[in-house]
């Protein structure tokens, strides 16, 4: 059986949030954001969607202007909380870094409210000062977000799932290997690997379920429409950089 696909996934906006350095761009209404591996609510950390409770009394972030810190509570679902608007849907498997298998009930998440504002939030560096190409994928390990780059310009973003701690995905320099659009896993029971990028070695971009925090046996998960496009948008030999911050 095919995994299922979520919504459509709508264009990014191009309005930067965050230069490589971290800063917001002069006259954007959007406010900085550090790593969402918790949320700040009127200066007290709370967890976040998935996140270890131990990560919330680490590291915080602002609440980005669009969004509200909301507990989701038994009986809800994805597409009750944003009013079967497809686009809140994608909006908010992204920011959260879930699928729709995953929705987080009895967690506070970060709810898209006003959509035009939600859709103009980018949580990773919108340039590189530090590009390795004309194209590039960066992976952001503390934050669990991808980026892609055309010349050091962000194109699109989205959420991921790396490697658990006891296999953790490695930082480094890698390229793109070969695509294989429908691959099954040799090492783990014929697993499913829709849209798979091979960059390194045993190690793949692909589709495969996001529970909100590092699950995976070291590959880089994706969202079915974010796989799909990344699949599309790659190119052999794209440079593929794996950090551990977000900058």
């Not at 995994?3 to 900085?32: F, H, N, R």
């Not at 809800?76 to 498997?93: G, R, T, W």
């Not at 298998?101 to 504002?117: D, I, S, Y």
């Not at 029971?189 to 798979?196: G, H, K």
Request: net charge positive.
């Amino acid at each position: 059986m095919s995994p299922k696909k979520e919504p459509e996934l709508p264009k990014q906006s191009a309005l930067p949030v965050s230069d490589s350095s971290g800063s917001t761009p002069q006259g954007s209404s959007l406010q900085k954001t550090a790593d969402i591996t918790g949320l700040k609510v009127a200066g007290k950390s709370v967890e976040a969607s998935g996140s270890p409770p131990s990560a919330a009394k680490k590291d915080s972030v602002i609440i980005p202007e669009g969004f509200v810190v909301r507990k989701l509570r038994k009986g809800e679902s994805l597409s009750k909380i944003c009013e079967n608007d497809s686009v809140c849907q994608v909006i908010f498997m992204k920011v959260n870094r879930v699928d729709q298998r995953h929705f987080p009930v009895g967690k506070r998440v970060l709810l898209p409210v006003e959509r035009e504002k939600a859709e103009k939030y980018v949580p990773i560096p919108t340039t590189l000062t530090d590009s390795r190409g004309e194209r590039e994928i960066r992976i952001y390990l503390s934050s669990q977000y991808f980026g892609a780059y055309e010349k050091g310009v962000l194109v699109f973003w989205g959420a991921v799932s790396t490697g658990k701690r006891t296999n953790a995905t490695p930082p480094g320099k890698f390229v793109v290997n070969y695509k294989q659009r429908f691959k099954k896993s040799i090492k783990y029971d014929n697993a499913p690997m829709p849209y798979s990028i091979n960059y390194n070695g045993g190690y793949f971009m692909h589709q495969q379920s996001l529970p909100g925090y590092p699950a995976s046996h070291g590959c880089v998960r994706l969202l079915m429409s974010d796989a799909e496009r990344l699949f599309t948008w790659a190119k052999l030999k794209d440079p593929v950089t794996v950090v551990r911050n977000g900058k």
